[in-house]
């Protein structure tokens, strides 16, 4: 296969299960408790209820199952030392997540070597703009940083951050650690076992052709 290449300038990471360790939240709990069918997406099913007290006691149902998981969450291993290289190398880093910015500064208090301050950018549900797996969060960002998206790198753990990053045309590295059988027909440029090797794809400077 030929190889493209390419220069990363900014790394955008999914939140819970890839900057922290996954199962901290319960999905199947909080699908049980807000009466989501399997198959539907958390937020695109609240977006199905009534506007007023149904869709509103659903998001706070939410809320409160995010928050008591943000507050059992820990880094997930070399995170924290991942976010600080890029840092020194010169790369933006941001987060990108369907979570609520409240849950994800509480989860951050559980680290110890970074902050909220060494993001550049949180991308939350609270934005105005459409959740993963819409691109429109990764297009907003690229305006921000003043790059193409194709500059940008982003890590995540789900079907949804692969999808992201391809419509907006962005770099793209699924974290799958145990080889999920869910995420083995999942298109990305890079599969890793670990976020330490996104050193190395930042280095390398050339993908296998999409």
Known sequence: MKA???????????????LTRSGALDFGAIRIALGCPQGVPILEFIKTLEPGQARQSAQALLDQFELQGAMDSIPNTGAQEVVAWLKRQGVAVGIITRNSRTSVMRALENFDKINADDFVLMITRDAPLAPKPSGEGIFWAAHRLSISTGEILVV?????DAQAGRAAGALTALLDPDGDERLQAVSCDFRIGSLGQITAIVHSGGVPDR
Request: aromatic share 24%; glycine share 10%; hydrophobic share 50%.
């Open 156 to 160: 995540g753990d789900f079907i949804f």
């Open 4 to 18: 493209i290449s390419y220069h990363i300038k900014a790394v955008l990471f999914d939140f819970d299960g890839t």
